[in-house]
């Protein structure tokens, strides 16, 4: 309000605050990242915690970075020393290691030689994994949004036609820029929770057994995808995909949200996953 104000004293107007709020995310998104932490958090939506309350901090507004976030926990639970949450809704691994998704820079430009912990999950915008349930469940319910989205969207492509090779590829360049970056960090990769029950689907998810089927099976590619190229890499994998089974978006304890149109955060962690997440990060670091 204050800068509508400032605005409108101006003689801006509306067109101002598009300008002048344009130039705000973009100084932002271009904001140096704080280097060198102890503990470096990158990755998508996932890790960033889409939903679970306020934006972190000093965080850019189009990452949708919250306080509760997987990382965030984590931070809390381990008492580091210094943290940089890099994670950013919406990211792809091209992105964590070039940048360019909304003007924000590579993800990886906050790690140091001095970092000692590094966390990574990222991969399913890549393959077009939960942004193609989200499209599914939208185009089922119909309304002014599932008409749009089935105007627009082509459908959800077979696993044979998504780029789980150039995935592979991306992931091994990413970890190896880490450990060069940060030659003794501590590389935890953590693949993304099980959204989807291996039995019926529930109404809840927004989806039919058909659909179900074939997301399934793109969630445990992009699975299999991410641990072999933390192998490949000598990082530590932290396997959520594994540790969440039973806790679905169609269980009684979820750790993922199902098809939730009114509340948003569809498809993404509960606050008890992300929290799950970070316990189960610490325990593998502890070994």
Request: charged share 15%.
């Amino acid at each position: 309000m204050r800068l509508r104000r400032i605005l409108k004293w101006l003689g801006l107007g509306g067109a101002g605050t598009i300008l002048v709020g344009g130039g705000l995310l973009a100084w932002q998104a271009r904001t140096p990242p704080v280097t060198n932490a102890y503990y470096v958090a990158l990755g998508s939506s996932y890790a960033a915690g889409l939903g679970l309350g306020p934006r972190a901090p000093g965080s850019p507004i189009v990452s949708q970075r919250t306080i509760n976030g997987y990382p965030q926990h984590l931070a809390r639970l381990l008492s580091v020393p210094s943290f940089t949450d890099m994670s950013s809704s919406g990211s792809t691994v091209r992105h964590v290691l070039h940048g360019g998704q909304m003007l924000l820079g590579p993800q990886i430009d906050a790690l140091g030689p001095d970092t000692r912990l590094v966390t990574l999950t990222a991969g399913g915008n890549d393959v077009g994994y939960v942004g193609d349930l989200i499209a599914i469940a939208y185009s089922n319910r119909g309304g002014v949004i599932g008409g749009v989205v089935g105007a627009f969207w082509r459908g959800a492509k077979p696993i044979s036609k998504r780029p789980f090779d150039d995935l592979a590829m991306t992931l091994r360049e990413t970890l190896h820029e880490i450990q060069r970056r940060s030659p003794q960090a501590r590389i935890i990769v953590v693949t993304y929770p099980t959204i989807l029950p291996d039995g019926p689907i529930c109404a809840s998810a927004g989806i039919t057994e058909a659909q179900a089927a074939l997301m399934r099976g793109v969630g445990v590619k992009l699975a299999a995808t991410t641990r072999e190229a933390a192998a490949a890499a000598g990082a530590t994998v932290v396997d959520m995909a594994l540790l969440s089974k039973g806790h679905d978006a169609c269980s009684t304890d979820p750790w993922i949200n199902g098809f939730r149109p009114a509340a948003g955060a569809d498809f993404h962690p509960t606050l008890a996953g992300a929290r799950a997440t970070a316990e189960a990060i610490a325990k593998a670091i502890a070994v």
